[in-house]
Nanobody, 122 residues
Framework: QVQLVESGGGLVQAGGSLRLSCAAS????????MDWYRQAPGKQRELVAI???????NYADSVKGRFTISRDNAKNTVYLQMNSLKPVDTAVYYC????????????????WGQGTQVTVSS
């Protein structure tokens, strides 16, 4: 059983910063990649950032230069440092993991966190 738990959301003024965390726990052998998504009210969930097991990253155009995704492999945790926040960044942020729960499992499986609210005031 694998769980993803996000934290670090909150209310911040435009131009401010927040750091989100997502800790994976349970049966985990290896993590292929971890992503951050977000969903604003009335809108589709969108991909924000990706980090692979090899450390490569990718970002949505809307957050490039402002957000940074990173990981701590020893803690099975992924972070999203969000700087220069704008009101349009307001959304529920979700982490997503693709991983192998045990050495006997040859296929990767995907998991979602419960989400954390980020609100940016103008």
């Amino acid at each position: 059983q694998v769980q993803l738990v996000e934290s670090g959301g909150g209310l911040v003024q435009a131009g401010g910063s927040l750091r989100l965390s997502c800790a994976a726990s349970g049966s985990i052998f290896s993590i292929n990649r971890m992503d951050w998504y977000r969903q604003a009210p009335g809108k589709q969930r969108e991909l924000v950032a990706i980090i692979t097991s090899g450390g490569s990253t990718n970002y949505a155009d809307s957050v490039k230069g402002r957000f940074t995704i990173s990981r701590d492999n020893a803690k099975n945790t992924v972070y999203l440092q969000m700087n220069s926040l704008k009101p349009v960044d307001t959304a529920v942020y979700y982490c997503y993991a693709v991983l192998r729960p045990s050495p006997s499992v040859t296929t990767f499986r995907n998991y979602w966190g419960q989400g954390t609210q980020v609100t940016v005031s103008s």
